[in-house]
């Protein structure tokens, strides 16, 4: 790979699938040390976060691969600690808990969709202004209990 398609791959694998920089530092063979200075400008962390929190599914896809690599290394390693019992368990509650929030999802968005169209179709612009003010601040609140 050239090194600017090496540096738009690493990021990706970085912020989209999760993976760390010793893991990318292996496929793309470039130092960790490297990576963490291209991580470092190009705010690679914040843009992971960023990423998860528009993507739920996105977010529960890197926990579940996160949860296969704890499984993977428990059965290589053939000696299963209490640490990774725990973090196992962890992930999966994890996991499980962000899958019943997902499901939820859809039919919350259509739920808001026809309201919507509801008040755009009965109410004035006064009223729709202020619901509109009370949906973001709800949203917002709902948004800060996923994180």
Known sequence: MKPPQTRLFAENSFVREGKNLAEIAGQVGVSERTLDRWSKDGEWLKKRQEFQHESPQAALDMLKSAREMQIKKMRDNKRVTPKAIDTLHKLTALIEKMESRIEAIGPMLDTLERFAQ??????????????????????????????
């Open 118 to 147: 509801f008040v755009g179709a009965n109410a004035d612009d006064e009223a729709c202004a202020v619901l509109c003010e009370w949906t973001e601040k709800f949203l917002d609140e709902e948004r800060g209990k996923c994180r």
